[in-house]
T-cell receptor, first 115, second 112 residues
């Protein structure tokens, strides 16, 4: 079974609009962390935001926020006021702290911001 | 503050050859992880090095091996290259016990 599911292979959004990228996860480990990374066409994986399973508040980093719904095992990324430079692949990822130290990635969502 | 660096940026090899990829971690980081990203997929964990030892390993054959040096830099070696080894190889560094891994720009390997 997939540990990280990203159901949107691609999305088109008008510049300045908000966008939500979906991510669901599967784990039995009570202690885990969720990440979002951005990968432009250059290939580098850029860290955006982190949410720990015990964090009470949803994580925010500038225009990025993580809508964490623990009971639904959902960790959607919200980008406010999208910009042309936000066009990239976005990966949701998870780390299970009691299991090992690797990060498990989803298949990604390609986001296109339209002018 | 230098980020994670990788070399070379691109590499072309033929089947059966061997390749070595290099990674320097972010300043202050002591742990290096390697990932393989095939076209159109998310990265897959290969292995992780800490204190010059392989700490964990993903589902990759023994043809994939690595090393970490006293200065925390790392190498990934792949022997007997197959066409299917063509991918973007990403190195990520972190500080042991901390949540986030920071990635380098990757090395694009093409096996012909």
């Amino acid at each position: 079974a997939q540990k990280i599911t990203q159901t949107q292979p691609g999305m088109f959004v008008q510049e300045k609009e908000a966008v939500t990228l979906d991510c669901t996860y599967d784990t039995s480990d009570p202690s885990y962390g969720l990440f979002w990374y951005k990968q432009p066409s250059s290939g580098e994986m850029i860290f955006l935001i982190y949410q720990g399973s015990y964090d009470q508040q949803n994580a925010t980093e500038g225009r990025y926020s993580l809508n964490f719904q623990k009971a639904r095992k959902s960790a959607n990324l919200v980008i406010s006021a999208s910009q042309l430079g936000d066009s990239a692949m976005y990966f949701c990822a998870m780390r299970e702290w009691n299991r090992d130290d690797k990060i498990i990635f989803g298949k990604g969502t390609r986001l296109h911001i339209l002018p | 503050d230098a980020g994670v660096t990788q070399s070379p940026t691109h590499l072309i090899k033929t089947r059966g050859q061997q390749v070595t990829l290099r990674c320097s971690p972010k300043s202050g980081h002591d742990t290096v992880s390697w990932y393989q990203q095939a076209l159109g997929q998310g990265p897959q964990f290969i292995f992780q090095y800490y204190e010059e030892e392989e700490r964990q390993r993903g589902n990759f054959p023994d043809r994939f091996s690595g090393h970490q040096f006293p200065n925390y830099s790392s190498e990934l070696n792949v022997n007997a290259l197959l066409l299917g080894d063509s991918a973007l190889y990403l190195c990520a560094s972190s500080l042991v016990g901390k949540e986030t891994q920071y990635f380098g720009p990757g090395t694009r390997l093409l096996v012909l």
